[in-house]
């Protein structure tokens, strides 16, 4: 049955007879649409794949000019400490030596370089990357409570007190 010979055509897209030329490749346009089509899809799929990919490169030398800056900052902090407490101007220094390395270094990176290091060290150390998550869920659990208690506090202070008939301000 694979060894059928298709001579007489074969019904291809949307009805449209294809008809087999002597090497048995179709001439109808269903065969050739077909692989034009999958051809034009994966193209445009990888050209916004490379564009997300380039918008998301600048962003992280974006984010490296910021800590850069933010070296900047504390390096000024540092000099205004010196005279008062050279100790923490040292310790505020070294920060921002550091804060200025983490700079350069991510900003020869890329954002596939990021994802990777950050999958190793998922791999490496998967407690630490747990605990961290629940960490900041406790966090937003308590910034997310904190929030609506204070929403509750402020309808409240509205009330009066029955007895004195003075308002209650929680």
Same mark, same amino acid.
């Given at each position: 049955?694979?060894? *059928?010979?298709?001579?007489?055509?074969?019904v291809g897209i949307r009805g449209r007879r294809a008809t087999t030329s002597e090497g048995?490749?179709?001439?109808?346009?269903?065969?050739?649409?077909?692989? *034009?089509?999958?051809?034009?899809?994966? *193209?445009? &799929?990888?050209?916004?794949?490379? %564009? #997300?990919?380039?918008?998301?490169?600048?962003?992280?030398?974006?984010?490296?000019?910021?800590?850069?800056?933010?070296? /900047?900052?504390?390096?000024?902090?540092?000099?205004?400490?010196?005279?008062?407490?050279? %100790?923490?101007?040292?310790?505020?220094?070294?920060?921002?030596?550091?804060? *200025?390395?983490?700079?350069? /270094?991510?900003?020869?990176?890329?954002?596939?370089?990021?994802?990777?290091?950050?999958?190793?060290?998922?791999?490496? %150390?998967?407690?630490? #990357?747990?605990?961290? &998550?629940?960490?900041?869920?406790?966090?937003?659990?308590?910034?997310?409570?904190?929030?609506?208690?204070?929403?509750?506090?402020?309808?409240?202070?509205?009330?009066?007190?029955?007895?004195?008939?003075?308002?209650?301000?929680?």
């Amino acid at each position: 049955m694979a060894s *059928q010979s298709f001579d007489q055509g074969s019904v291809g897209i949307r009805g449209r007879r294809a008809t087999t030329s002597e090497g048995g490749e179709a001439s109808g346009s269903s065969g050739i649409g077909r692989d *034009q089509h999958s051809e034009r899809g994966n *193209q445009s &799929g990888s050209s916004i794949t490379s %564009q #997300v990919q380039e918008v998301l490169d600048q962003q992280v030398v974006k984010g490296a000019k910021v800590v850069s800056n933010v070296a /900047n900052s504390a390096r000024r902090a540092a000099d205004e400490l010196e005279t008062d407490t050279p %100790q923490l101007a040292d310790l505020v220094r070294g920060m921002a030596d550091r804060l *200025q390395d983490y700079s350069r /270094n991510l900003e020869s990176q890329s954002v596939t370089d990021i994802y990777r290091a950050a999958s190793d060290f998922t791999r490496r %150390q998967p407690a630490v #990357v747990f605990g961290l &998550g629940a960490l900041a869920g406790f966090f937003a659990l308590r910034m997310f409570k904190s929030t609506s208690s204070d929403a509750g506090t402020e309808r409240g202070a509205r009330r009066t007190n029955d007895m004195t008939g003075e308002e209650f301000h929680g």
